[in-house]
């Protein structure tokens, strides 16, 4: 099931967008010394350290766009492309440059000049260029009786939508899709977008301006302003992707994809190319589907029920002054490393090994052979706290993109192998040993805390809150809980106040008047205008609350802000647009 590319590059120990050496018809990796080769953990971690330290290859790339006739009435339609291209715009390092259909007069000399246009360029990058710019582009060029259109192959995949689009001899780069990855927005980006996110909006959150017009308007361009909102396309599509280039090149090294897939596939596919690599460079055996599906089925055999997922606690509801957010780092990935957990190690054929149980289960894990995927994990790890805490050593890429990196596949690992649709990773006992343990020390934490005299408000995963006691016997908490459970407690909150509503449902303001929310829809951006300004109003009287008596006070005003956001709906005064 393994690609023969991917064969290729696991078996010859290369490492995509990392210095390599030709010596006649063969290609060696520059720092092959520095791979890996045992399961050894300094080794793993001076193999990171080199991927994460090496400078990212500065490739010279065209981000390029096409706008076609719009009206009212009729909308481009890509696979029936009746529509012509009426603009195209390319933008590079060395220049920027727009076509337009009004100055040519013909658009069959426009696309023969589109194509000349793209032609010196060997990295394409676009914004959704995958289903609407390239093959629009394509069917166009067939309908006009041009051959280069069999230059661009549109592959749909097993469905009938598009799957992705390619250019002979080329490579192409769909950035929306990298952006709309959900472990890329969420973990790298922290969130700071919503899914399936516009140009527009990405334009704004990371380069602080939009687009250069409005595409409802389109029609109504004069050629001047349709040729600048598609140069202004093309440039923000070329900047953005250069936002995006580390990452992309980091995690293309660390997981060893080729960049297309890394813009294109999920996460599940980043962690099973990282894992398989290193798989295949230890000389292990890489485990497949039907040994899997054999690896599961006892699992179902041994144990008809499980616990699975991140322990929430149950809340104490209400106003809580002056608590405290403490938070396992890298909970998941520590105990990974720390339990020795993999598909290799759980439920090992070892008698000896069988005491060593997972709590709340039956089945042990091995203590004779460590698994690969624990100390890849592991070191992965450790060097993402090496980078954090000692960043003057990690100096050929901006720390933030290698926190980012390491951050997107540290977060992801537990949940892939419990994913059922993930057939090639899919091993249910792992995922049930992580959460378990994670569960495990949760739960003896919250205890421990409560040893101390601490009332434990709630708790969800990796995280507690923790009210009725100040900072220096938090402290002493988290110290004894890292000292018994290995789990590494930080302090990642203070909150002058905190209102818990039910599970994962809680408000809180921290010390210096930052609101935290969970579970509270107001503030995301998808949400209509007048809900979201009606949210932040709430929130900038909560802001200011200082004591219980304050918040009581608080919720009088907040009731007679919803009173009146109300009477405007019912009054019809609130305009659609």
């Known amino acids: 099931d393994i690609k023969y590319t991917d064969c290729f590059v696991y078996d010859r120990n290369l490492t995509y967008m990392m210095p390599c050496v030709a010596k006649g018809d063969q290609v060696f990796l520059q720092h092959a010394d520095k791979l890996a080769l045992s399961l050894d953990r300094q080794v793993f971690i001076q193999q990171w350290r080199t991927f994460v330290s090496t400078p990212i290859p500065d490739l010279p790339f065209a981000a390029f766009d096409i706008e076609a006739f719009t009206s009212e009435e009729t909308k481009p339609d890509v696979e029936e492309a009746k529509q012509p291209i009426t603009a195209a715009s390319l933008v590079s390092p060395t220049e920027r440059k727009v076509l337009l259909l009004s100055e040519l007069h013909d658009e069959r000399a426009l696309c023969e000049q589109i194509w000349k246009m793209l032609k010196p360029y060997n990295l394409i990058i676009t914004f959704f260029g995958d289903e609407f710019d390239l093959p629009y582009f394509a069917n166009r060029c067939k309908k006009l009786d041009l051959s280069f259109w069999r230059e661009i192959y549109i592959d ?27 472990s890329i927005r969420q973990y790298a980006y922290k969130g700071l977008y919503d899914t399936y996110p516009s140009l527009e909006e990405l334009s704004q959150t990371f380069l602080g301006r939009g687009k250069a017009g409005d595409r409802e308007r389109i029609a109504e361009m004069s050629p001047q302003e349709l040729a600048t909102y598609c140069l202004e396309d093309s440039q923000l599509t070329f900047e953005l992707a250069k936002k995006a280039w580390p990452l992309m090149c980091l995690l293309s090294r660390i997981c060893r994809m080729p960049l297309r897939e890394i ?23 890489i485990p497949s589907i039907e040994d899997l599906r054999f690896k599961n089925q006892q699992f179902t055999d041994f144990q008809k029920d499980s616990l699975s997922g991140g322990f ?9 002054e002056k608590v405290f957010k403490i938070d396992a780092g890298s909970h998941y990935p520590s105990i990974v490393d720390r339990y020795n957990i993999g598909p290799d190690s759980v439920f090992c054929f070892h ?19 460590r698994s690969p995927l624990s100390i890849i994990v592991g070191t992965l790890k450790d060097v993402r706290i090496d980078v954090k805490h000692h960043p003057e050593n990690y100096t050929g890429i901006p720390t933030s993109e290698v926190q980012g990196a390491l951050k997107v596949l540290l977060n992801s690992i537990s949940g892939v192998f419990g994913q059922e649709k993930n057939e090639s990773l899919y091993v249910r006992m792992v995922y049930e040993a992580i959460t378990a343990y994670g569960r495990d020390i949760l739960i003896k934490g919250a205890d421990l805390c409560r040893s101390h005299g601490i009332s434990v408000l709630g708790g969800d995963t990796d995280s507690l809150f ?3 006691t100040d900072m220096s016997t938090v402290e002493l908490a988290m110290q004894e809980i890292q000292d018994k459970f290995g789990a590494s407690m930080e302090l990642e909150n203070e909150f002058r106040y905190f209102v818990i509503h039910a599970k994962k449902n809680y408000l809180g303001v921290s010390v210096n008047g930052e609101v935290e929310t969970k579970g509270l829809l107001g503030k995301k951006k998808h949400v209509p205008w007048f809900i979201r300004r009606t949210f932040n109003d709430i929130t900038d009287i909560l802001k200011a609350v200082q004591t219980k008596e304050q918040f009581s006070e608080a919720k009088d005003k907040i009731e007679d802000i919803v009173k009146e956001r109300i009477a405007f709906l019912r009054s019809k005064s609130v305009p659609l647009e």
């Open 263 to 285: 813009c294109r596939q999920s996460i599940g596919s980043y962690d099973r190319s990282l894992y398989y690599a290193e798989l295949r460079k230890l000389e292990w055996l």
């Open 466 to 468: 923790l009210g009725n």
């Open 351 to 369: 008698s000896e090994c069988k005491i060593n149980t997972v709590p709340y289960h039956g089945y042990h894990i091995c203590t004779k052979i």
């Open 312 to 320: 929430v606690f149950p809340p104490i509801e209400g106003f809580h």
């Open 156 to 182: 749909r995949g097993k469905g009938y939508r598009i799957k992705q689009s390619f250019i002979r001899d080329k490579v192409h780069l769909d950035i929306f899709k990298f952006f709309d990855n959900g």
